[in-house]
T-cell receptor, first 116, second 114 residues
Framework: DGGITQSPKYLFRKEGQNVTLSCEQN?????MYWYRQDPGQGLRLIYY???????QKGDIAEGYSVSREKKESFPLTVTSAQKNPTAFYLC???????????????FGEGSRLTVL | AQSVAQPEDQVNVAEGNPLTVKCTYS??????LFWYVQYPNRGLQFLLK??????LVKGSYGFEAEFNKSQTSFHLKKPSALVSDSALYFC????????????FGAGTTVTVRA
């Protein structure tokens, strides 16, 4: 079935360690996104990529990095510079229609990161 | 900047009763508005969107939303709620300057009791 696969589902990290969250999609979507979800705050955009080898910072990019070497993959690295990394991380993708982004996001199941 | 607000943290209804989840927006220009639903420990699912045209938009799972320009609202509705509708609901608005950016509300938790 087509969809977005995030791994791992749960991840524990010690302070000072970098971790990488995987996101793979087989929907043939050009655009991919990373959001962070904290209780009572909705979703906040970390990074997004409109096309392979291109990505833009979202609203809370500090302490995170991404790459987009393949259309299907958009991994997120949470670096030690991220001061409060414990959160639920959601990857999403969207398709374009007529050259415009539809805005309809397809989400993965999420990765829950806990810093010990 | 575009933004949405969901004034209610929680909504509780009995099964079979109408369900309304409120959303107001602040946008300079014509808004592109969305509703998403999230079940526990899952990703979000798209329900419906308003771009232009009819003010009443129909979406998935029997949900609909009414766009009201004078009240700057985009409330989500369902005529008869089910226990399985219990979830977290998010309203979102697309950024007018960058159609890849959505701003989400804080979410409303809906509980439907049997």
């Amino acid at each position: 079935d087509g969809g977005i696969t995030q791994s791992p589902k749960y991840l524990f990290r010690k302070e000072g360690q970098n971790v990488t969250l995987s996101c793979e999609q087989n929907l043939n979507h050009d655009a991919m996104y990373w959001y962070r979800q904290d209780p009572g705050q909705g979703l906040r955009l970390i990074y997004y990529s409109q096309i392979v080898n291109d990505f833009q910072k979202g609203d809370i990019a500090e302490g995170y990095s991404v790459s987009r070497e393949k259309k299907e993959s958009f991994p997120l690295t949470v670096t030690s510079a991220q001061k409060n990394p414990t959160a639920f991380y959601l990857c999403a993708s969207s398709r374009t229609s007529g050259g415009m982004n539809t805005g309809e996001l397809f989400f993965g199941e999420g990765s829950r990161l806990t810093v010990l | 900047a575009q933004s949405v607000a969901q004034p209610e943290d929680q909504v509780n209804v009995a099964e079979g009763n109408p369900l309304t989840v409120k959303c107001t927006y602040s946008v300079s220009g014509n808004p592109y508005l969305f509703w998403y639903v999230q079940y526990p420990n899952r990703g979000l699912q798209f329900l419906l969107k308003y771009i232009t045209g009819d003010n009443l938009v129909k979406g998935s799972y029997g949900f609909e939303a009414e766009f009201n320009k004078s009240q700057t609202s985009f409330h989500l509705k369902k005529p008869s709620a089910l226990v399985s509708d219990s979830a977290l609901y998010f309203c979102a608005v697309r950024d007018l300057g960058d159609d890849y950016k959505l701003s989400f509300g804080a979410g409303t938790t809906v509980t439907v009791r049997a």
